[in-house]
């Protein structure tokens, strides 16, 4: 049974199907992400560093920094774009970082994850970029655990498979398997980042834990401790010094005056739903979504007044198809819908929001958003597009980075 369990736990893994051709007029071909379970050092001896820049396959975090654009291709590294002119973005470099999903940047020192460990890079020569510092073993919640009670991780390797054969053997298989199973410079991320950067400090989100790492020095992170937050901890946004953190059963606040020592205030509950949030002024808002870890939830925008952070309070509630990320900027809020397209409303008044819906594009597949000084940054099914949004009402689409993604299980 054990062993049953890790095979449903690695065909979970291999579920990202990145590209597909033809390779005769019967059979079809996709390259997709297997995976396999290595110790540590193998891991550790995987080949990190800058390349030529490549085409996304697929696209995860986002992160702006001065004007670098850093688009995240899950597990494989981060894309790394001159974006001085959004409407022209130039493909600088590669970062390959095996088990990359997050990243944050200080000073010139990016922060990444790497399956376990944390690394930093020095990124103040963009085409001579340098690790500087990798943390061990600071994210245990990614080991595996096999027989005899040996530390493993999971890699990816790209393997073209029949397409035909193998989502029938996928299908098959996981589903008999899992049914017996029992303050610097810093940049600014999307509502789904897992990373921020706050006071000196940078705090990750686990599944269930809140870690902090000392950035004074900002080449030399070190681990400091983690707090524990309960399961199904999911994003991480910093505001006036707090931090507000998306799980999927509601909002934890935690005051980080002392930035060594967060402190918890309160925690906002809801339903169990996928969570992100964003904070402006004294209101907080919350999307609510089902999904496949979320199907117990609702679609929903929430907004909670924050102006006690030890007592939120529920101001409005709007029904939404099926809300992912968001972004806040003046008195307009950007809403992600995901297959259903991106929506702008104006939320001047917070209990008209459902009213004052500005515009709606249906043409894209949106997961999360940033409003950024030169644009707004929208990351879709098919790649990643930027948007004027001087008139909120008529976004104005700027540019397109294209990925190869033809992931059939999307």
Same mark, same amino acid.
């Given at each position: ?20 051709? =033809? ?39 986002? @992160? ?11 597990? =494989? ?38 399956? %376990? ?39 990816? =390797?790209?393997?073209?498979?029949? =397409? ?6 996928? @299908? ?26 706050? &006071?000196?400090?940078?705090?990750? *989100?686990?599944?269930? #834990? ?28 910093? @505001? ?20 060594? &020592? ?12 996928? #969570?992100?949030? %964003? *904070? ?22 929430? *907004?909670?007044? +924050? ?55 249906? &043409? +894209? ?12 940054? *929208?990351?879709?099914? #098919? ?22 993604? &033809?992931?059939?299980?999307?």
């Amino acid at each position: 049974m054990k062993k049953n369990l890790t095979n449903a736990l690695l065909l979970i893994f291999a579920m990202a199907i990145f590209t597909q051709c =033809k390779k005769n007029n019967t059979d079809e071909f996709e390259t997709i992400q297997i995976a396999k379970m290595v110790s540590a050092d193998q891991m550790r001896a995987l080949s990190v560093g800058i390349t030529k820049p490549t085409i996304a396959k697929t696209t995860g975090k986002i @992160y702006l920094y001065n004007d670098f654009l850093f688009i995240n291709e899950p597990n =494989k590294g981060i894309h790394i774009y001159n974006n001085t002119n959004p409407s022209a973005p130039i493909n600088l470099a590669f970062l390959q970082i095996p088990g990359n999903v997050d990243l944050s940047v200080r000073n010139n020192i990016l922060y990444a994850d790497s399956y %376990v460990d944390l690394l930093a890079f020095d990124i103040s020569n963009i085409n001579a970029i340098k690790q500087v510092k990798r943390v061990q073993d600071v994210f245990p919640q990614f080991y595996f655990f096999t027989q005899g009670n040996i530390k493993s991780v999971v890699i990816y =390797k790209d393997t073209l498979v029949n =397409k035909t054969t193998y989502r029938t053997q996928f @299908y098959d298989t996981f589903y008999s398997n899992s049914s017996t199973g029992s303050s610097g410079t810093s940049g600014q991320g999307g509502s789904m980042a897992r990373f921020t950067l706050l &006071n000196d400090y940078l705090y990750t *989100v686990g599944t269930s #834990d809140l870690s902090l790492f000392d950035v004074k020095a900002a080449s030399n992170p070190t681990f400091v401790k983690a707090i524990n937050l309960g399961w199904g901890a999911e994003t991480i946004f910093p @505001y006036d010094n707090k931090l507000f953190i998306g799980t999927n059963r509601g909002m934890h606040i935690f005051s980080a005056t002392d930035p060594a &020592n967060p402190v918890k205030l309160s925690t906002y509950s809801h339903i169990v739903a996928c #969570d992100p949030v %964003v *904070v402006q002024g004294r209101y907080a808002y919350v999307t609510l979504r089902t999904g496949n870890t979320c199907a117990q939830g609702m679609n929903q925008l929430e *907004v909670v007044d +924050i102006e006690d952070p030890t007592s939120p309070k529920q101001v409005a509630v709007y029904a939404m198809q099926n809300p992912h990320g968001l972004s806040v900027n003046g008195n307009n809020l950007f809403l992600c819908e995901g297959n259903f397209g991106i929506k702008t409303f104006n939320i001047t008044d917070k209990t008209k929001i459902g009213n004052n819906m500005l515009q709606y594009l249906k &043409n +894209i597949k949106s997961f999360d958003v940033i409003a950024g000084p030169k644009s707004l940054i *929208v990351t879709g099914d #098919d790649g990643v597009y930027q948007f004027s949004y001087s008139n909120p009402a008529m976004l104005r689409r700027l540019s397109m980075i294209r990925t190869t993604n &033809n992931n059939f299980f999307n």
